[in-house]
Structure formats: structure tokens, C-alpha cells
């Protein structure tokens, strides 16, 4: 089986994901997992496809993840993921489905609007 390419989307990160079967390594932008995510909830949330599909240790993937912080990429990388997993098995589409890890969250951060501080924060009024 040939190395396919997979693409996930969170906030304004944007991850390109190798899978292929093996061992089970786990590189992100050329350093694995565990070093580039410091923290464990973002590891949790990146590997949270392959904990659900009982797949850990099956296969070798490489990501490529740009934009945005940790927890967009960290998404990015689920989204990613889950999406090559769906298309290895098509037994797992059900699984993936039911724990919404095939839907990209779209939502963004609001932009901020002219005559204001922020997006939603006004101005302090003053009557006199």
C-alpha cells in the first residue's frame, strides 16, 4: 500500500497527513509527537482518531501541520487523521462518525469591526 496524503482544517491550521502501515511512529513536522506537543491533552486530542478505532501501534504516520497555535494544529491533526482512517477501513466510518471526528469544526475567531476595541466589546459611553 502506497504512502496517501490526507488534509485537516482547524481554526487556521491546516495539516497534511501520511499514513502508511508499520510500527506505529508518529512524526510531526519532522520531530515525534510527544516533543512537539508538550502537553498531553493536545497529544490526547491529536491521537484521539486511532484511541476510538482501537488502531494504535498499526501504522506509521507523518504530519505536516502549519498555521495557527497548538490546539488548532492539534485539531487540525485529528481531523486529519480520522479522515485517513476512514479511508483504510471502512468499518470504522460508523465509529468515527458517532465521536463527530469527521466533521471539521468550522468555527473561526470573530474579526474585529472598525469604531470598536474588539469584535464584540464596545466602547465605554459617556452621556456627558
Known amino acids: 500500500m502506497e504512502q496517501k496524503n490526507f488534509i485537516g482544517r482547524r481554526k487556521t491550521s491546516t495539516a497534511r497527513l501520511y499514513i502508511q502501515p508499520g510500527s506505529g511512529e508518529f512524526v510531526v513536522n519532522k520531530r515525534p509527537l510527544d516533543e512537539y506537543f508538550c502537553t498531553q491533552a493536545h497529544r490526547n486530542i491529536a491521537k484521539l482518531p ?3 478505532t482501537e488502531s494504535d501501534g498499526q501504522f ?3 504530519v505536516n501541520v502549519s498555521g495557527g ?3 488548532g494544529q492539534s485539531g ?3 481531523h486529519a487523521l480520522a479522515r485517513a482512517l476512514d479511508d483504510h477501513n471502512e468499518e470504522w466510518h460508523d465509529v ?3 465521536h ?3 466533521t471539521r469544526d468550522d468555527r473561526m475567531v470573530e474579526r474585529k469591526k472598525y469604531g ?3 469584535a464584540r466589546k464596545k ?3 459617556s452621556k456627558r
Open 50 to 52: 486511532l484511541d476510538v
Open 60 to 62: 506509521d504516520i507523518l
Open 69 to 71: 497555535g497548538i490546539t
Open 76 to 78: 487540525a491533526i485529528q
Open 96 to 98: 468515527l462518525k458517532a
Open 100 to 102: 463527530d471526528l469527521l
Open 116 to 118: 470598536q476595541p474588539g
Open 123 to 125: 466602547f465605554q459611553f
